[in-house]
């Protein structure tokens, strides 16, 4: 079945900086990748998705690329703020009857101000 | 629009004893989902109802974990008897069509933290 890793486990950076996450998939078969943010004592929330047809999505400041070719994809945050602070997790999905997700393990995100 | 809502917030319980946790989901969404979320891991799906009907339930531990989702809406999950490994975050998601080969947005519930002593 799909696999998720997802690095690093934890990532700190000063503000204003930018931060990279990377995440990497077992079956080619995948086609949507969401990520979620996840606040202490909250449930995920979604901040931004790709589908397989697209390379790159950016939505302000946050940006996602995608490489089928290496089964890889990365979450890119500009410009920093104290707020971003929160675990990050990627996911994968194939398209199905059921488009079940498989999650990464989490980025713990600190912004230090 | 008001989000997933899930109760309790916090159960402590001893091994062995029952637990059910109780969600409800955004108004109209067809697909509910419950994820076991260990700490430091990400959430692992247990199992997927599309409308009151089981779409997935291959993770779900059956011989101790059940789940309904009576008239399609709300939905319990139960644990009978619990087990120390079962202490977890248990988050509801729902989605408007999840299923039927549609991917779509899945919103989380603030989950219920569950503590077997």
Do not use: M
């Amino acid at each position: 079945g799909e696999n998720v890793e997802q690095h690093p486990s934890t990532l700190s950076v000063q503000e204003g900086d930018s931060a990279v996450i990377k995440c990497t998939y077992s079956d080619s078969a995948s086609n949507y990748f969401p990520w979620y943010k996840q606040e202490l004592g909250k449930g995920p929330q979604l901040i931004i998705d790709i589908r397989s047809n697209v390379g790159e999505k950016k939505d302000q400041r946050i940006a996602v690329t995608l490489n089928k070719t290496a089964k890889h994809f990365s979450l890119h945050i500009t410009e920093t703020q104290p707020e971003d602070s929160a675990v990050y997790f990627c996911a994968a999905s194939i398209r199905s009857a059921t488009n079940k997700l498989i999650f990464g393990t989490g980025t713990l995100l600190a912004v230090q101000p | 629009e008001a989000g997933v809502a899930q109760s309790p917030r916090y159960k402590i319980i001893e091994k062995r004893q029952s637990v059910a946790f109780w969600c409800n989901p955004i108004s109209g969404h067809a697909t509910l989902y419950w994820y076991q979320q260990i700490l430091g891991q990400g959430p692992k799906l247990l199992i997927q109802f599309q409308n009151n009907g089981v779409v997935d339930d291959s993770q779900l531990p059956k011989d101790r974990f059940s789940a309904e989702r009576l008239k399609g809406v709300d939905s319990t999950l139960k644990i009978q008897p619990a087990k120390l490994e079962d202490s977890a975050v248990y988050l509801c998601a729902s989605a408007l069509e999840g299923g039927s080969w549609g991917q779509e947005t899945q919103y989380f519930g603030p989950g219920t933290r569950l503590l077997v002593l």
